[in-house]
T-cell receptor
């Protein structure tokens, strides 16, 4: 692993199903983030974690949950997917304060049908 | 919280011309302003950033300017080339305290026509 890895790359999901998007980084960054990207709306923050064991809500947290059991992993769970959650999801990490050194994963394209 | 506005949403230029993208921010405490480039189907990647103790920063054909009083910052690309075609995002954050995250603008789709 080099940098930050997301899985799966893409997924088609039936509405109502549960789905976990995986994100792993090997840079020992303290902070991790989940963004969704929709055309015309840019990158919107879903949830974040400043350090292992802590999480916080971003701009659009409803319908999503996260956990941060260790430094490297930051999974995003959709408990019951809905079509409006169709989007491209990016995980990112940064060393610490102030947004410096953000590194993005390659993204997960999720389609909820 | 912080709010970042970005204009224009789309920009089309001829190869060799200059391109300027502008952003405004709401939180006067913000002091770090990066710019990201996202090519089609790829992840956003940092191209240049500026901190609030600097008014301008250049890196070859790209430059960023910051006006703290007016709370706006701009990306300038000179001698544009077709490979500059991408979506560009500005962002803002504050360092210090418990804030670690960036707030992004909605992006500008830049098209450079050969």
């Amino acid at each position: 692993i080099a940098g930050i890895t997301q899985a799966p790359t893409s997924q088609i999901l039936a509405a109502g199903r549960r789905m976990t998007l995986r994100c792993t980084q090997d840079m020992r960054h303290n902070a991790m983030y989940w963004y969704r990207q929709d055309l015309g709306l840019g990158l919107r923050l879903i949830h974040y974690s400043n350090t292992a064991g802590t999480t916080g809500k971003g701009e659009v947290p409803d319908g999503y949950s996260v956990s941060r059991a260790n430094t490297d992993d930051f999974p995003l769970t959709l408990a019951s997917a809905v079509p409006s959650q169709t989007s491209v999801y990016f995980c990112a990490s940064s060393p610490g304060q102030g947004g410096y050194g953000y590194t993005f994963g390659s993204g997960t394209r999720l389609t909820v049908v | 919280g912080e709010n970042v506005e970005q204009h224009p949403s789309t920009l089309s230029v001829q190869e060799g011309d200059s391109a300027v993208i502008k952003c405004t921010y709401s939180d006067s405490a913000s002091n770090y302003f990066p710019w990201y480039k996202q090519e089609l189907g790829k992840r956003p990647q940092l191209i240049i950033d500026i901190r609030s103790n600097v008014g301008e920063k250049k890196d070859q054909r790209i430059a960023v300017t910051l006006n703290k009083t007016a709370k706006h910052f701009s990306l300038h690309i000179t001698e544009t080339q077709p490979e500059d075609s991408a979506v560009y995002f500005c962002a803002a954050s504050t360092s210090g305290g418990s804030n670690y995250k960036l707030t992004f603008g909605k992006g500008t789709l830049l098209t450079v026509n050969p």
